[in-house]
């Protein structure tokens, strides 16, 4: 899953891209789905969409028996009563006061013309005549007793506590309850009712049942839920607006190309930036990350690595404010570090003594223009069509992932490489001016350190190793035509090739002044001198690729390839087994370099 990364200095009015599984994508997955997910699931388990209210009133079938004291009194002393019951032990104890009534269980319409004979005052009082007693005893019953258990249910069980009854008369096969069970009661005293006529029945006595009766059940209008939704979308949806209007609504490639020569000390990659910096539509720095190091010396190179990212990227959008925390007291153009091995620097508008065509040299610029203001910086590079970077202190190409799927910026990678040994080489040339950025890569916390162990080329051997198998090895898509690996041993034995092939790559055209000075640059006397380490100067550049060979002894070689052995394999060296090798200059120790080996400008997707 893609990463979130956050940058100090975010490009105003620009859309940042997220992908299909990063945090930002799932984050608004999730908004959403809180959004409609519960009003939807709270609307289903309500039924307060699509069910009728028949479907959701509890309706229980109920499976029931009823026990029925009848108790009449007669006079006013004890045992002046007579009485039946369903319970035969309580009968048996009646002796003479037991009456047994002749009823039948039947259901009686109440609106039939005999229902009145069905009224209980006239059974019972048929029931004493029958019985020899007299009418006005039997009229003058004051009282009648029900008491009413019911038994189990099929879904839920019933308790009801013996209800004292006043008196009552059928109505419609109901008995009129005078208690808060009546709606219940009712329920069971039901017999042999068509389906019909219980279903309306059930829903107008149900909705008489006080709450406590019924099963709780939570409904939603579908009115309240459409009313939640309709607020919800509205919200979204301005906070969209909201936002949005701070983002172009077309995300067109950025008018600049940008690119960053991603390299090591001492791998030929000054010379290489030169190549850029001495083109007319180039703007180019030298190793601004710098000042990053200098400030931060005691920290570690991966720790460094997104503070020199955020200023990479802040130089490529010509935003030179990034310089701010590490230059506060910057003035002029000379306070920035390799500032005169730029051309467009020494040039209009930066600088009035030369023209933006002319071949520039780090002498005459810093004769002339070292007193420009430091803010012709940013307006220098607002004015070219290509920004151009050289960096060595890239240990890890997934730092750049953020770069290159930034929408503001254009960014192609070139990377620089050099066979380890020839590195080594050139690096015991400049080993004072090395020491404080060895620190840094072996993390000494600021101790000044000489690399005499290679520890610190065997760091860089890593890196470019890593760097490419990233690249090469299942890369993500957006780096597709995005990076191209360079040899340095390539580069001085076919020049104008390599450039061409690298101009093409950085969609810059090569000028009859650039091959002019190319060729000279390329073809001088000898591999230059130690003085020269650090300058551009016009030397034989095979001469200077081949140099390690007569220059470093057999043992320091063989070190050199035991800690940089993979570099050496993967970036296509070969490796030597005896002194006799090493200084027979005519077995090429560079290997030629295989079809779609180091480049992406030639992807082929079938390979």
Same mark, same amino acid.
């Given at each position: ?151 189990? *249910? ?47 029945? *059930? ?110 990227? *802040? ?222 100067? *016009? ?69």
């Amino acid at each position: 899953m893609a990463g979130v990364d956050l940058f100090s200095h975010p490009a105003l009015y620009t859309r940042y891209r997220a992908g299909l599984c990063s945090a930002a994508a799932l984050a608004l997955l999730l908004i959403t789905a809180l959004t409609y997910v519960p009003p939807l699931l709270l609307a289903y388990r309500s039924h307060g969409f699509w069910l009728k209210q028949s479907a959701y009133l509890e309706q229980p079938t109920v499976r029931f028996r009823y026990e029925v004291l009848f108790v009449a009194t007669i006079g006013s002393g004890p045992g002046s009563f007579l009485a039946w019951s369903t319970f035969p032990a309580f009968n048996r104890l009646q002796e003479d006061r037991l009456r047994v009534p002749l009823l039948s269980v039947s259901v009686v319409n109440g609106t039939s013309p005999f229902a009145s004979d069905y009224d209980l005052v006239n059974i019972i009082a048929a029931y004493w005549d029958r019985n020899g007693e007299g009418d006005m005893l039997i009229r003058s019953i004051c009282q009648y007793f029900l008491v009413v258990t019911v038994a189990s *249910s099929e879904t839920h069980r019933v308790h009801l506590r013996p209800v004292v009854l006043g008196l009552f008369a059928f109505e419609d096969a109901i008995v009129p309850v005078q208690t808060e069970s009546q709606c219940c009661l009712q329920h069971y005293f039901r017999e042999n009712w068509s389906e019909e006529r219980s279903e309306r029945q *059930s829903r107008q006595d149900f909705s008489r049942c006080p709450s406590s009766v019924r099963m709780a059940r939570i409904r939603i209008p579908s009115t309240i839920v459409i009313i939640f939704v309709t607020v919800q979308t509205g919200f979204l949806l301005f906070m969209y607006a909201r936002y949005s209007s701070f983002m172009p609504q077309s995300e067109e490639k950025p008018s600049q190309v940008h690119i960053l020569i991603l390299s090591s000390w001492r791998s030929g990659s000054s010379f290489v930036g030169q190549l850029f910096s001495q083109h007319p539509s180039v703007f180019y720095l030298m190793e601004p990350a710098w000042h990053v190091w200098v400030t931060m010396y005691q920290n570690s190179a991966k720790v460094l690595h997104m503070a020199v990212r955020d200023l990479v990227r *802040s130089v490529f959008l010509c935003d030179m404010s990034v310089f701010d925390a590490y230059m506060p007291w910057k003035r002029n153009l000379s306070d920035l570090f390799q500032w005169a091995a730029s051309r467009a620097l020494c040039s209009a508008p930066a600088c009035d003594s030369f023209q933006r065509t002319d071949i520039t040299s780090e002498l005459a610029c810093k004769t002339l223009c070292g007193r420009y203001p430091f803010s012709k910086v940013e307006e220098a590079c607002k004015t070219y069509s290509h920004v151009v970077i050289k960096e060595v202190r890239f240990f890890d190409l997934k730092v750049l992932y953020p770069l290159l799927t930034d929408p503001s910026l254009n960014l192609k990678i070139i990377h620089l490489v050099r066979d380890p040994r020839a590195v080594v080489k050139s690096r015991e040339q400049s080993v004072k001016a090395l020491t404080r950025d060895n620190g840094i890569v072996l993390s000494t916390n600021g101790t000044k350190v000489e690399d005499s162990k290679y520890k610190v080329m065997q760091e860089v051997c890593r890196s470019h190793v890593q760097i490419y198998e990233t690249a090469t090895l299942k890369p993500p898509n957006f780096l597709k035509e995005r990076y191209l690996m360079v040899r340095f041993e390539d580069l001085v034995r076919d020049p104008f090739s390599e450039i061409s092939e690298m101009y093409k790559f950085a969609d810059l055209s090569l000028t009859p002044r650039l091959k002019s000075w190319i060729y000279n640059i390329t073809h001088g006397q000898g591999p230059g001198k130690k003085k020269e380490a650090f300058k551009i100067t *016009s030397r034989d550049a095979v001469s200077v690729s081949q140099a390690w060979r007569n220059a470093l002894s057999f043992q320091k070689v063989k070190k050199i390839q035991e800690v940089c052995k993979g570099a050496i394999n993967i970036l296509g060296y070969q490796l030597v087994d005896s002194e006799k090798e090493q200084r027979d200059l005519t077995l090429d120790l560079v290997l030629p370099r295989r079809q779609n080996q180091f480049s992406w400008s030639s992807f082929n997707p079938k390979h």
